[in-house]
Structure formats: structure tokens, C-alpha cells
């Protein structure tokens, strides 16, 4: 690492991309936990990437993890390193110097979204729920998730992000003036490309450490911290399970390491893309839920002895548009596939509609109710059935989601999505680490 901002939980770092010539459409490929329930679609990555130097050969496709034997995983793993190995030897990966990159995404659903990459201090990032960190998870982490992850780190000489990280700044002060800056200046640019299977077109810039851009961001995201109640900066949007395995990787390396060594290490700092929430380009979507083997006789007896002391109620979905929450009650909207009806919790313990429903939806879980997340209401309407009952809730608000947090801890699980698949980070830059 370069300059390190310990305040604001930033560090400069230096980013590797592929040399010039490299075809990075070929090169960029998406995240790894990306469509793991359609091997076809990591065959046609496979097909268009060929023999070209790929960040395909630098990390394992979660489609394979639970398809493949452990022996074969143990292969990709060295295949994985040996790669990695060869595009350093062989100068494929070439550093920067020490600084930001401003990148633009558009895809068929959106024509920008803007970006920042930066590496975070993981000294000053917590998962635990209610934490007062810099940086905090948005959702629960199940810690059963991390160590598979954590040997795949051990093993890599460096880390490709796909963990987007979200920043509150609706009067646009950071990271769209610093892309502006930039872009004016073609010498700055740094990749533009194509993304392949319908992922859209990436732009980046790059500002050095010591550019007048790159002070203005430091300063800016500055004043975002002084104007946080309680040292709220960072919020994890995609990619929670990531960051804390790059944190216990980092608590491992920390160990072995002397005093002096610990602030400057790489493994202590993780390269991500930072995104502000209030970005026109970045889409919110509520996870809804199907639950199989529920009926609305069993719904209905079921919620009243959970909700006793919350005042459910159950009503006809023609209230449903009128239904309001400035009683501080909540409305979900259940359909049948053929009948739609509102439960209504008139008092609710949880701050969230997602978060009441979930709690329930836990309490009844057996052999034979179980539920499904779903992405979609046509989807949750094709499914739902006299015997699985869809439950369809609001948007997530862009205006709370910090506040949110300060007071949950983190969201229920499932609760949102930030954009469509084909939306999500493909891996580009890199970092030793």
C-alpha cells in the first residue's frame, strides 16, 4: 500500500490490469457466485474466452462447488495459482502506480452507474451485528460460509473484487465530480471494453495518488464521516461473505506478522468498488419470498398465534394501495396464484416489513414448509399455488438504508438486490495481496 487514510478507512492502492493489446473482453469475466444453478452458461464463457488470458483462469465459478469432487477442486485451485504465476511472470498483470480508478457501467437496464475502486481497511470493517465500525455488513453472515473461502484466499498470490460497496451521498460529492475530472482527459483512461454475455460496456480513469481528483475524493468522503452520526462510512451492498473471508485471511496473515509490519501489509486492505447509493444507475429490488406447503388456513392460524401481541390482521387486497405506514404498521401483500389478500401487523416488533415476515416464516420451518427467495413478482406469482403461498414486499428505500442499519444491526437476510445478474461486477483489476 501507498497512503493509507486511517480515518476514513481508505487506502491507495496499486492496481493491477492487464498490459495494453490484452483483449479485455475476453479478459473480464463475471463474479464467481453468478449463475451457479446454469453450468451452460459458465461453458459459453469457457467458449468465448478460449486460449486468451482470462481473469477466467484466476478464480473458481461457484457453479462447481458442489459438482466436482474434492480432488477436483484441489486441481482447479493449483490450476487457479499456476495462472496467476504465469500472467505476473509473463507481464500480463501490470501494477499502476498507487491510486483510485472512476468507472462508468452501462448495461441494457441502466445507461450508468458509476463506481470508485479503493481499497478498504479491514481493521476498521465488522460483520458483527450492531458494530459502530467504519465499514459494516448489510446482512447476517453465516460464518459456516468462510473458511472453504478462506483456503481458496490462503493459496491466491492475489485478489480480484466483486464486493461493491455502498456510500450515503445524495448531493453527489465524491465520486461523480472526480469521474467528470477524469473522463475529460483521454490520457487518463485506462480500460474501455465490451462486457461479455450481455454485461454491458465498462469505461475506467485513472488518478494517481497524488492528483488534485484524488485529494478531492479523500476530502469528500471526509465530510461524509464528519457528517455521520456514528462513524458510519461504508456499507457492504454485494459480496458480505467475500469481505469477511478477505477479514479472517487478513486476522490469519496479522498473526505471523511483527507490530511494525501490520499497518502496511496488502492482506490488510481489500480492493472493492464503491458505489453511492443515491446513483441513478444502481436499482434496489425486494427478494420476495414462496413458501411450499403453506395454505392460507395454515397462514392465517399460524400468524395470529406469532403475531398475537402485534395485532394481525387480515384483509382483502383491494386495500392494499391505500394501506399506509405512518401508523407504523406493515402490509404484505400474499397471493395464492389466484388470490391476492394483505397481512397487515398493526404493531411490529421488527423496524421492517422483511424483517417480521422473516421471523415468522423461520418459526414455522419443518419438513414440510420450507421457503424459496425469488427475484421477480411474475416469478413469485408463477409459482405460488393453493399450497404455496407468495409473499410480495415493498421496496427497500434508498433514503433509509443507512439509518436502517445504524439501528438493526444489518437487514434480514435475502431482503434486496442491487440490480440485475448480468449487472453485477466482473472481474477486472486486481491486487497483490
Known amino acids: 500500500m501507498s497512503s493509507i487514510y486511517k480515518d476514513i478507512a481508505v487506502a491507495s492502492p496499486k492496481i493491477l490490469l492487464p498490459k495494453k493489446g490484452t483483449d479485455l473482453s475476453k479478459w473480464a469475466v463475471i463474479a464467481c457466485d453468478q449463475f451457479t444453478s446454469e453450468p451452460k452458461y459458465w461453458e459459453d464463457v469457457e467458449n468465448t474466452v478460449g486460449e486468451a488470458p482470462s481473469t477466467l483462469r484466476m478464480f473458481l465459478p461457484e457453479v462447481f462447488l458442489e459438482k466436482e469432487t474434492p480432488e477436483q477442486i484441489d486441481q482447479r485451485l493449483s490450476n487457479i495459482t499456476a495462472s496467476i504465476t504465469k500472467y505476473i511472470d509473463e507481464g500480463i498483470l501490470t501494477e499502476l502506480d498507487p491510486g483510485f480508478i472512476l468507472l462508468d457501467r ?46 481458496i484466499r490462503e493459496r491466491a498470490p492475489i485478489e480480484m473484487p466483486h464486493i461493491m460497496v455502498l456510500i450515503n451521498d445524495p448531493e ?6 472526480a469521474f467528470d475530472a477524469l473522463s475529460k482527459d483521454s490520457a487518463n483512461l485506462v480500460y474501455d471494453t465490451d462486457l461479455m454475455m450481455e454485461g454491458g460496456h465498462i469505461k475506467g480513469f485513472f488518478a494517481k495518488e497524488d492528483s488534485d481528483v484524488a485529494k478531492t475524493i479523500v476530502s469528500a468522503l471526509s465530510a461524509l464521516l464528519s457528517a455521520s452520526e456514528d462513524g458510519f462510512l461504508f456499507a457492504v451492498g454485494d459480496g458480505n461473505h467475500s469481505l469477511a473471508t478477505a477479514k479472517k485471511h487478513w486476522e490469519n496473515v496479522r498473526e505471523t506478522l511483527p507490530e511494525s509490519e501490520r499497518e502496511t501489509h496488502p492482506a490488510r486492505y481489500c480492493l472493492v468498488e464503491i458505489v453511492n447509493i443515491h446513483d441513478n444507475g444502481l436499482q434496489f429490488e425486494p427478494i420476495h419470498r414462496v413458501t411450499f406447503g403453506l395454505t392460507k388456513e395454515k397462514l392465517m392460524e399460524e400468524a395470529k398465534a406469532y403475531f398475537s401481541s402485534q395485532e394481525i390482521a387480515f384483509k382483502d387486497a383491494g386495500s392494499f394501495a391505500k394501506e399506509g405506514t405512518a401508523d407504523g404498521s406493515q402490509t404484505i401483500l400474499v397471493t395464492d396464484g389466484s388470490e391476492d389478500f394483505t397481512m397487515v401487523i398493526g404493531k411490529p416488533a421488527h423496524t421492517l416489513a422483511v424483517g417480521s415476515l422473516q421471523g415468522f416464516l423461520d418459526s414455522i420451518e419443518s419438513e414440510s414448509i420450507h421457503t424459496d427467495y425469488i427475484h421477480g413478482e411474475d416469478s ?35 431482503t434486496f438486490s442491487m440490480g440485475e ?7 477486472l483489476e486486481a491486487k497483490k495481496i
Request: charged letters at 30%; zero cysteines.
Open 421 to 427: 445478474a448480468v449487472e453485477k461486477r466482473y472481474y
Open 380 to 414: 413469485v406469482r408463477s409459482l405460488a399455488a393453493s399450497d404455496k403461498l407468495g409473499f410480495l414486499l415493498p421496496d427497500v428505500s434508498k433514503n433509509s438504508f443507512f439509518e436502517t442499519i445504524s439501528k438493526e444491526g444489518v437487514f434480514p437476510r435475502k
Open 106 to 151: 452501462k448495461t441494457k437496464y441502466n445507461d450508468s452507474r458509476k463506481g470508485l475502486m479503493l481499497a478498504l481497511d479491514l481493521e476498521q470493517y465488522d460483520f458483527t451485528p450492531g458494530n459502530k465500525s467504519r465499514i459494516r455488513a448489510t446482512e447476517g453472515t453465516v460464518l459456516s460460509r468462510i473458511p472453504p473461502r478462506v483456503r
Open 172 to 177: 453527489k460529492t465524491v465520486i461523480e465530480p
